[in-house]
């Protein structure tokens, strides 16, 4: 995070957000700021739960005296089922809630929580994560294979898509590709998204798209480096072996009372982990890298270095 140079770093993000704009279909260009309907299914689903082990229900006492299924109230408080106002008045009356804005407040977030995102109209096998990272106010993770998703190119996220097996029609790399430089707009809206990213030096070299692609994507890495929110570190080859080096995960933190979790992505799918001990587990690993890695000023300079290579090749 490069404090004297601010307001050099906003500007360079401006122009280069501006230039990816030019990419995006004429109604994608500008996503505005709602609540996520993804975390608020999960704050509410946090906050039934709280009120029903508060009254010492188990969750098959609870759904056998409201005659709901089991899986029904077990989906609502993993934030992963859809609440009605009905089951909301019914779940205050079980839970003994007679407080009417606290009523109105859970009625509030079940109704949030039905709502679209603008991710959903295209049809993405990983909305539920970029549901949860629209509403994130920081994010903290290890990338030692590629360059993390809010901080790539166009050209860079193309040639990851293209990449990908099976493969995937030039229609559908574009809205792909569409996505992720929207997703891009929440480290500068006006409450912008805290992202601090460790990356393994080889993210640098690998030769993703050819040296062209690649210099324009470091070449993006300084750039945004100098944004106040954002942090970047570089774990250097001399570091030797590290915790992270086969795994790429982040840490999301929301406002209010939305648990925190944690994300790890890989071939053999997607895991979100909310277990509050692996959670310290990450966290523990995270504070590691973050020390054997570069600080952020020497992080930007060997990212300068490697693009000299890319630019020469």
Known sequence: MHQPNDLEGWDHW???MSNTAKFLRKDATFVPEVRSPTVRRRELGAL???????????????????????SKLS???????????????????????????????LTRLAAEGKQQGWWQSYDLDFSTYVGLEADATAIRGCHSIVIPGLLQTVDYARAMHEAGVPRLAPKRI?????????????LSRDSALRFHVV??????????????????????????????NVTIQVIPYSAGAHPAMDSAFS???????????????GLAGRIYIESPQDIARYQQVFEYLCVVALNPQESTELV???????KST
């Open 174 to 186: 574009d809205e792909l590709v569409e996505v992720r430089m929207l997703r891009q707009q929440l």
């Open 304 to 310: 300068k270095r490697v693009r000299a290579k890319h």
């Open 251 to 265: 840490m999301l933190d929301f406002a209010s009372a939305v648990p925190r979790l944690v994300y790890v992505e």
């Open 75 to 105: 989906r609502m408080e993993t934030g992963h089922g859809v609440a009605t106002a009905r089951d909301i008045r019914d779940l205050c009356e079980l839970y003994g809630v007679t407080d009417s804005a606290e009523r109105d407040h």
């Open 48 to 70: 039934l739960r709280k009120l029903r082990t508060a009254k010492g229900l188990t969750v098959e006492q609870a759904a056998d005296q409201l005659l709901f299924s089991m």
């Open 14 to 16: 401006s122009r280069a």
């Open 199 to 228: 990356l393994d030096e080889a993210v640098l070299h690998r030769s993703v798209g050819g040296p062209q692609v690649m210099s324009g994507q470091l070449k993006r890495l300084i750039e945004v480096a100098n944004l106040p």
